[in-house]
């Protein structure tokens, strides 16, 4: 017999349906699967509930939320949060992939008392080509996270994380900030007396497709990004900064995802002058790992 975490897995889903057979499989063996996988519809007009309702009969904690119409990300998120009875809350993306340990080890961190919220690294791949372009390289200690996101910057990989259920249903997502409702909510939740770690290690592969928020990045994310920090913690932001910090953003990820060398180059040559100092820092998490790991990395 199975033992059943006592953790709510939330997923929001709009016509992810290309998706969703190899993120259910993901959850198929497990041994030792979460208490209930709360599936919230958006309102899709693709296949995505029929693929959906497929799965039921072979995920018993499956439980599927249809909303009548699109309602937006952040709200169907709260609609499951809301409906969570777990003691923790574990947030995924539809169009992601989970690795069979993740549910285990960070149920363990959150358990042991050790944090209120864990992240981890993900291995971030070409939905197309299914081509590996890195990995990324997040801080693994409260204070580092914490003084990333107080900088108006990501501690935490939004569909990696797990927390405690109080945190996020007293901190509950706001629909006005998306596309950085992910920032806002973790920086809340640190301003709220939460803490942060993430696992020094992969548990879960993060697609990278053509409609997805890490391919497609305006200028009006990261401004939103820094305006929120600043009324969160009473910080002040000068235009030209978030302007750098966009184009630092902006052409790393244009790097990571060409496959042109001399274009590469390019890229990372205007993003290193735009923030060399986290470059450097990047480089120099990268040296530190195995010789054998070529992987690029990346993070907010």
Request: net charge positive.
């Amino acid at each position: 017999m199975k033992t059943y975490f006592d953790i709510s897995v939330v997923c929001a889903n709009y016509n992810n349906g290309q998706y969703l057979n190899e993120f259910f499989l993901s959850f198929e063996n497990l041994d030792h699967p979460p208490k209930e996988l709360i599936f919230v519809d958006d309102g899709s007009t693709d296949n995505s509930l029929s693929i959906c309702r497929d799965f039921c009969s072979r995920l018993p904690f499956l439980q599927i939320m249809p909303l009548e119409r699109n309602q937006g990300f952040g709200n169907a998120l709260n609609a499951g949060i809301k409906r969570a009875t777990g003691q923790f809350i574990m947030r995924i993306d539809p169009d992601d992939v989970m690795l069979p340990e993740r549910i285990e080890v960070q149920h363990e961190w959150l358990a042991s008392g050790r944090c209120d919220v864990i992240g981890s690294n993900a291995e971030i791949f070409h939905s197309d080509t299914g081509k590996v372009l890195g990995t990324t390289n997040f801080p693994v200690t409260h204070d580092a996270i914490a003084v990333k996101i107080r900088a108006g910057e990501h501690g935490v990989l939004h569909p990696t994380v797990m927390g405690r259920a109080e945190f996020f249903k007293s901190q509950l997502y706001v629909q006005a900030h998306v596309p950085a409702e992910d920032y806002d909510i973790f920086a809340r939740m640190l301003a709220a007396g939460a803490r942060f770690a993430n696992v020094d290690g992969v548990l879960m592969r993060y697609r990278v497709h053509q409609k997805s928020a890490s391919n497609i990045l305006p200028f009006s994310t990261i401004r939103k990004t820094y305006s929120l920090r600043d009324k969160i913690f009473g910080t002040k932001t000068s235009k030209l900064w978030v302007y750098v910090y966009f184009v630092h953003i902006k052409f790393y990820r244009k790097y990571l995802f060409s496959d042109f060398y001399p274009q590469r180059l390019l890229f990372l040559i205007i993003s290193s002058i735009s923030y060399p100092s986290k470059l450097w820092s990047r480089l120099g998490r990268m040296l530190g790992r195995s010789a054998g790991n070529n992987k690029g990395s990346i993070n907010g």
